[in-house]
């Protein structure tokens, strides 16, 4: 089906079905690989050519830098565009990559002057370096009108959180500079890594934005430090419809902090705390918040939080006056089958009978063992508040005299965590010094998967300062990895680091092709491999990119085009490679 043809389509099924109508470009089907701007010509056309768009997706596709270019142009000229939902389209592609594909798209939406109404970019691997390349849209005058923005899946990380943040104040006071003030309603941040920090950071600007009917920032790692910061920031969102803060750690500190924000909530009707240890006394805190407010409640998730069953049934009894429940879901705590029993007499009582979820994960009645690791817990909570205490007592006092231990000061779980963290990340970065030099499989293989790359990017800005130290491993690392997974991701970040420090080009070019055992040293180094496949493939990959200098791609050309032993085991590759060099 053509593009333009399928353009209407969608416009008459949804006049239809009586929906607002809105013209949407897609492409049909999924996997796409869009490189170039020939790979995008129908969606280009499909732009240009109809009378107006409103929304335009590549999701299940992966879009590169050239055609991200090409369909930025073409929507340069459509100021009618409302929904950039751009979720999904990166998949297989670089993380250098993504930033300059993002910049191109948004900087087509800021020249036709649009105003969007939503932003949906989830399930994009970019870290923090995405949220950077769509800070300059997300700051300009075409998301005032910003209605819906989505960050899901997308490994933000603390430091991505932080920079969403600024970008929403910065955008919210320019926006009521300019007497549009921004008027968010749905945020979406979930399975990001955000953890306390990033959590408190995005608290910060839903305060003052104040217009947020749904929040959603499940698995996030976030804990009651966390949650009490959104807590606080929700009490100026009073129009609240849905809260989504699904498999982070509240115990029963955070559960109460929250419970005392939700009686100032009207308009809630979901509450979705599930998987978050929220504890019986945590549970039965919102219940009494519960009691007598949020009567248009529709759902409430509280599964999986350890909560006894005295304490749901307390939780029962607060939905007494929700005339509008659907759903309360209990599942995988520890009532035991009595229990259970009771919860649907009693909601059959209140005429509930039809919204209690599954119960089949029960974790069967809490005993005297289960209650006492409660009160530990409920302990070791009031004991991190105590150590909170005591180390602003000991920075203050300033006089702890040399050799005398005056004070101890117990570290709360959270440092616990942190220090961890700290630890496992110092010997991870270890791990990659190694690699960088002995560069093997083996030592590639001990770092965590998650985050190779960045760790092998901060161990060569830490380590290596000489240009041909960074070209030579660049190539052994090309010809060890060549097989394996985040091959082109991790050869990439070498042979990019190798321009920046560099700043003279044709200089690594020169030594690459020295390492690469296709020019004779002055040095007479010797070829840093005698299978150079892999450094090929690498370079094949490399000079698709932005950093890469196209006008020096001859020097490689010149010198694989010569007959040479060191390329008789990699001739496919130098073939590949000259076709790539050859349409640069």
Known sequence: MALGNEVDDVTGLLEKTSVKQINIVRLPDKGRKLNTAEDVIEVIKAIEESKDVQAFTLEGHTLGIEAAKAIGSALSKRQEFQRALWNDMFTGRLRSEIPIALESLGDGVIAAGAHLTELDLCDNAFGPDGVRSVKKLLTSPSCFSLEVLKFNNNGLGIGGGQILSDALLECHKASVDNHRPLKLKVFVAGRNRLENEGATALAKAFKVIGSLEEISMPQNGINHAGVAA?????????????????????????????????????????????????????????????????????????????????AAMRVVESMENKLHLEKLDLN????????????????????????????????????????????????????????????????????????????????????????????????????????????????FKKLPEFDR??????????????????????VQASCVLHNS????PCTDVILQEAFLKSGKPETVINSLLIHMGLLKSEDKLEPASNDITGALQALNQAARQEYFPKDLAFFFTAFLSKPNCTVKFSESARTNLLQTLEHL
């Open 453 to 474: 790359i960045e760790l092998i990017k901060e161990a060569l800005q830490t380590k290596i300062a000489d240009t041909s130290v960074i070209c030579k491993l660049f």
């Open 332 to 443: 995988g705590n520890c009532l035991g089958e009595d229990g259970i029993e009771e919860i649907k007499w009693k909601l059959n009582e209140l005429k509930h009978e039809n919204v209690l979820a599954s119960m089949s994960d029960d974790e069967g009645e809490e005993d005297e063992e289960d209650e006492e690791d409660e009160r530990e817990d409920e302990e070791d909570e009031e004991d991190d508040d105590e150590s909170e205490d005591d180390s602003d007592e000991v920075e203050k006092s300033g006089d702890v005299e040399e050799g005398t231990l005056r004070m101890v000061i117990r570290l709360s779980a959270f440092d616990v965590i942190m220090r961890e963290r700290f630890i496992a990340r110092d010997n991870h970065l270890k791990t990659a010094k190694e690699f960088l030099g002995h560069p093997s499989l083996e030592n």
């Open 485 to 488: 997974d985040d091959f082109i």
């Open 230 to 310: 959104l807590a606080g920031s929700f009490k100026s969102n009073q129009g609240l419809k849905v809260v989504n803060l699904n498999d982070n750690t509240f115990t029963s500190k955070a559960a109460i902090a929250m419970s005392k924000i939700l009686p100032s909530l009207p308009d809630l009707e979901v509450i979705n705390f599930g998987d978050c240890l929220v504890k019986s006394k945590g549970a039965i805190a919102i219940a009494e918040a519960l009691e007598n407010s949020v009567p248009k409640l529709k759902e409430l998730v509280l599964a999986f939080g350890e909560i006894n069953k005295e």
